[in-house]
């Protein structure tokens, strides 16, 4: 069912008025919630692609939400300057872990569906359900970008991974994507806290509990099998950007990536010159419009 709809309540406002934001339900808790713009005149015959985009926050921060999208899409959207392909636009929200220290909860006086207690792979399962929800209604096939931003970008890439891997019950393959974008992603969560001489434990722990095997076994940059067919045919575009202005994550998180995907037999595009510090990529949204153009202008080769 689609709640709050209108173009202003999306955070596009009138610089954007060709768009509709509703927000769907995939679920019982608050956060199973997927935020949706549609272009209100009828889509161009070429128009065919959703560009799907998943939120950071490091699994656990209330601030991000779906319309941590909606700098990108107005830039996108610039002077009525939208790509003919883009069909329109989707954010999944999921459901969170705690963040006590900054957001404390009461929980056992909260009713379940307004609590913040998912641990892996609950992340993931709520975008693998959103995503099979989002399959059903807008029968997606494989015409859709996924594009992460930080724990998004790591969500992304899970859901190419194995179902039996975290016994989700799931029995229907998604789709593959036309294309994926990882924006300042955490892909190694083990290599990642070390790097950061073990600063990083806390919010990864309070995501996927304390065993280092499970951290190895969620990281796309350790998965132990191949993301090559049958997950993602040769020759997918994937996008993989960082800015060495961050001061949340390294150019090595990313090189990391980029490697599995070269030793699985891709050729990943690595974009190490963005700007700005970690949230400020999708804050502004310019580079992240900048970097779809660029993946559609790829994809219109294929």
């Not at 927000?23 to 019982?28: F, I, M, P, T």
């Not at 790509?83 to 989707?90: H, K, S, T």
């Not at 594009?147 to 194995?162: C, K, R, V, Y």
């Not at 993301?227 to 997918?236: E, M, N, V």
Request: glycine share 8%; with cysteine.
């Amino acid at each position: 069912m689609g709640i709050g709809k209108g173009h202003k309540a999306g955070g596009i406002r009138d610089d954007a008025p060709d768009l509709e934001f509703s927000y769907l339900r995939y679920g019982k808790h608050n956060l199973h919630r997927i935020g949706v713009w549609e272009q209100r005149k009828p889509a161009k015959p070429c128009a065919s692609y959703w560009l799907i985009f998943i939120h950071g926050g490091a699994w656990r921060d209330p601030r991000n939400k779906p319309t941590d999208f909606a700098p990108s899409i107005r830039h996108l959207m610039t002077a009525g300057n939208l790509p003919d392909e883009v069909r329109g636009f989707i954010s999944i929200d999921y459901r969170l872990s705690p963040y006590q220290e900054e957001f404390p909860q009461c929980i056992d006086q909260m009713p379940s569906a307004e609590q913040r207690t998912a641990q892996h792979p609950d992340h993931l399962h709520d975008v693998r359900s959103a995503m099979e929800f989002l399959n059903q209604r807008y029968d997606l096939g494989d015409k859709y970008i996924l594009i992460g931003h930080s724990a998004g970008a790591m969500l992304a890439f899970q859901l190419l991974m194995s179902n039996a891997q975290w016994q989700m019950p799931f029995l229907t393959p998604l789709p593959k994507p036309a294309a994926i974008i990882g924006i300042s992603g955490i892909y190694d969560l083990v290599n990642l806290n070390r790097r950061y001489d073990g600063n990083y434990a806390g919010f990864i722990s309070n995501a996927f509990g304390g065993d280092k095997d499970v951290w190895v076994d969620a990281s796309p940059a350790q998965y132990r099998n191949s993301f090559a067919q049958p997950l993602l045919p040769h020759g997918t575009p994937l996008w993989l950007a960082i800015s060495p202005d961050d001061g949340l994550l390294d150019l090595a998180e990313t090189a990391a990536m980029a490697e599995k995907l070269t030793a699985d037999g891709f050729q990943p595009t690595v974009v190490s010159d963005l700007h700005g510090e970690h949230d400020f990529v999708w804050q502004d949204g310019a580079q992240i419009a900048t970097l779809v153009r660029r993946v559609l202008a790829e994809l219109r080769l294929k």
